[in-house]
């Protein structure tokens, strides 16, 4: 058994280890290395790697105290899925990959109208703010989108307050533009 699993995915902010390895040649910010330790047991820790300025990848955190001898292999964290070439070539069952596309596809809708203003509509019955977003899984999604589209640094929250207080915030954001544009 490898230990520290939980650990990695509450870091990363991750439904689980991902199953695409890493290539051996390809940068990436974030991966879950599987670590051999001078212990002799296996350990999952958080590595990254930027073929410009590395020659082997780095491991960022190790959640043992003992030292490692060896990184047995990594498997890459995969920047959030924005095009839907990005979401069939990822490594994911067929029905996560049906959500995944469908969630994209409302988000790109509502993002913009006919005329390309930014377009924000509530339902009052639904608690996430926005009519396409019916669970958590589809507001973190929506949320990672909107904070790649804008530009904005930081983590999706994993908590459902936090992600109900999240799309508040873009809501309200969104209505002011609206408000502004149409002065």
Same mark, same amino acid.
């Given at each position: 058994?490898? /230990?520290?699993?939980? %650990? ?9 280890? #991902? /199953? +695409? ?7 990436? $910010? +974030? ?25 082997? #990848? ?6 043992? $105290?003992? #030292?490692?001898?060896?990184? +047995? ?11 839907? %070439? ?20 409302? @988000?790109?809708?509502? %993002? ?10 509530? $339902?009052?019955?639904? %608690? ?12 973190? @999604? ?6 790649? +589209? $804008? ?5 999706? #929250? ?16 969104? @209505?002011? /533009? ?6």
């Amino acid at each position: 058994m490898i /230990k520290y699993e939980q %650990e990695v995915i509450n870091l990363l902010g991750i439904p689980n280890v #991902p /199953k +695409k390895e890493w290539d051996g040649l390809t940068s990436f $910010n +974030k991966g879950v290395a599987i670590l051999e330790m001078q212990h002799g047991d296996e350990c999952y820790a958080i590595a990254s790697y930027d073929d410009g300025k590395e020659t082997k #990848p780095r491991v960022v955190k190790v959640f043992d $105290n003992e #030292p490692f001898v060896n990184i +047995k292999t990594i498997f890459v964290v995969p920047e959030y899925m924005t095009t839907i %070439e990005e979401i069939e070539d990822f490594d994911m069952d067929e029905k996560s990959k049906e959500t995944a596309l469908n969630v994209l596809k409302e @988000a790109k809708s509502a %993002e913009r109208n006919d005329d390309g203003d930014d377009e924000f509509m509530m $339902n009052t019955k639904n %608690e996430y703010f926005f009519d396409f977003i019916t669970n958590d899984d589809e507001a973190k @999604a929506f949320i990672a989108s909107y904070n790649t +589209k $804008n530009k904005i640094k930081g983590r999706v #929250p994993t908590t459902h307050d936090g992600i109900i207080t999240r799309l508040s915030v873009i809501f309200h954001d969104g @209505a002011k /533009k609206n408000n502004k544009k149409q002065k």
